[in-house]
Nanobody, 120 residues
Framework: QVQLVESGGGLVQPGGSLRLSCAAS????????MGWYRQAPGKQRELVAT???????NYADSVQGRFTVSRDNAENTVFLQMNSLKPEDTAVYYC??????????????WGQGTQVTVSS
């Protein structure tokens, strides 16, 4: 099985920055996609950013130019650098990792979520 441990959430003022981390562990053969999603109160979970094994990234329009997703393949860790944060970025942020276990069994695992609150 695959376990994800997220860290880095918290309270920040508008215009501030936070960096989220998500480390994957377990018997992982290969990681294909690592990403971040968020869910605000009363809203559906939405994509924030993803990064595939080759390094190609994808961002939601609402965070383009402010957030940067990156990964450390050697440590099976994905990061989300969030700059110029706005109150509307307030949400629980979830890490998602997809890939293959031994014998190429697929996995799709979610982190426990970390709260990000942007408020003065």
């Amino acid at each position: 099985q695959v376990q994800l441990v997220e860290s880095g959430g918290g309270l920040v003022q508008p215009g501030g920055s936070l960096r989220l981390s998500c480390a994957a562990s377990g018997t992982i053969r290969r990681i294909d996609v690592m990403g971040w999603y968020r869910q605000a109160p009363g809203k559906q979970r939405e994509l924030v950013a993803t990064i595939i094994s080759g390094g190609t990234t994808n961002y939601a329009d609402s965070v383009q130019g402010r957030f940067t997703v990156s990964r450390d393949n050697a440590e099976n860790t994905v990061f989300l650098q969030m700059n110029s944060l706005k109150p509307e970025d307030t949400a629980v942020y979830y890490c998602n990792v997809q890939g293959r276990l031994p014998f190429l069994r697929p996995f799709n695992t979610w982190g426990q979520g970390t709260q990000v609150t942007v408020s003065s």
